[in-house]
T-cell receptor, first 112, second 114 residues
């Protein structure tokens, strides 16, 4: 069965420091992996995706994610965090039947 | 830009009422989804639809039904609302086959059942 795990409920980082939000997955077949961000009282916004090709994918707002097949991970990264990056982040995997499976979410707190 | 709209941002209903949540997308997407979001549980799929009049149960369909009479509209129905259905409800849409694989989400409806 497909599943996504985000092991950290919350990540705290100081502004200007690099950030990582972790995600591991379990999927049969080739994984289609996604990161979404949710600001308070809003829907989810697409950040980036891995479908195939280069393991390092770049997305919106300076975020990037690294696909690691051997570790079945897809961690979200940013070299220098901003206070405005504070939000709830979701990792997701899509199966071959167009169903999406979401992690439980990680709250990112960036402090000035 | 893809736009997914939901009929209400906030809704308060009484136990036992029949509740309709409407979702409309304007990009001719085949797939539409209803999720509920609860703290610590992430998003859980209630129902999805891959074509007009077609529907598939998700992980938590109990107490819900859906309707898709037109391609752009996907409705979620709570036949008899209960307090444990108080939640944030998110609608999403996506293409069936394309280079664009991601889902697009509406702003959400925060439903409170009293």
């Amino acid at each position: 069965a497909q599943s996504v795990a985000q092991p950290e409920d919350q990540v705290n980082v100081a502004e200007g420091n690099p950030l990582t939000v972790k995600c591991t997955y379990s999927v049969s077949g080739n994984p289609y992996l996604f990161w979404y961000v949710q600001y308070p009282n809003r829907g989810l916004q697409f950040l980036l995706k891995y479908i195939t090709g280069d393991n390092l994918v770049k997305g919106s707002y300076g975020f990037e994610a690294e696909f690691n097949k051997s570790q079945t991970s897809f961690h979200l990264k940013k070299p220098s965090a901003l206070v405005s990056d504070s939000a709830l982040y979701f990792c997701a995997v899509r199966d071959n039947f167009n169903k999406f499976y979401f992690g439980s979410g990680t709250k990112l707190n960036v402090k000035p | 830009d893809v736009k997914v709209t939901q009929s209400s941002r906030y809704l308060v209903k009484r136990t036992g009422e029949k509740v309709f949540l409407e979702c409309v997308q304007d990009m001719d997407h085949e797939n539409m989804f209803w999720y509920r979001q609860d703290p610590g549980l992430g998003l859980r799929l209630i129902y999805f639809s891959y074509d007009v009049k077609m529907k598939e149960k998700g992980d938590i369909p109990e107490g819900y039904s859906v309707s898709r009479e037109k391609k752009e509209r996907f409705s979620l129905i709570l036949e008899s609302a209960s307090t444990n259905q108080t939640s944030m409800y998110l609608c999403a849409s996506s293409l069936w086959t394309s280079e664009i694989y991601e889902q697009y989400f509406g702003p959400g409806t925060r439903l409170t059942v009293t």
